[in-house]
């Protein structure tokens, strides 16, 4: 295993298999009706495109938002949105597809926002979560992988921009976390 990383978490076969089945399950439910994917840039830009590819509805449609909160390793709590959608949602069935769910500020705000906005249905997928790590509740619509208490990277996440390409997700070791930092 590379010298980076302490533990393999969730492998590149887990991951197929929840996108196949969160792809299976929006279209048991939506079926053909209108749904907007809004993926949350960078970190789900992988899980959103493996998503998307899952799921058979000809009416779907890919939006992507920044919200940025998340510095050095460590949640500030104040989230703002850098990059919005073109495509309205009022009156649409809106998807958030995210990377992790730390603290769950960031979800909370993003999906008030869509609340807020009028749209029809809002509803959370996102490929892991930190259950351990929880400030603000947050519903989890689809099958999630639960992770301990680690910095993570791989599948679209990142260690200040390190990693975000592997096709599975790996703990960080301790002295790769301090190296991160001198940048
Ligand atoms: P929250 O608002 O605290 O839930 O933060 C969620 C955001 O923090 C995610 O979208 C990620 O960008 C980032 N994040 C949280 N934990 C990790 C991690 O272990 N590795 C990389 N990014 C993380
Ligand atoms: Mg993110």
New binding site residues.
Partial sequence: MNKDFKEILITEEQIKNQVKQIGEMIDAKYGNEEVVIVG?LK?SYVFTADVARAIKNPNVFVEFIVAS??KNGD?TGEVRIVLDTKRPVYGKHVIIV??????????AKVKQMFVNRGAKTVEIATMCT?PARRVVHVTIDYPTFEIPD????GYG???NEHYRHLPYVAAITEEFFKKGLIK
């Fill in positions: 949350l970190g909160s998340y949640s995210e990377d992790i769910i730390d603290t769950g500020r960031t979800l930190k680690e910095i993570v990277v996440l990142d260690y």
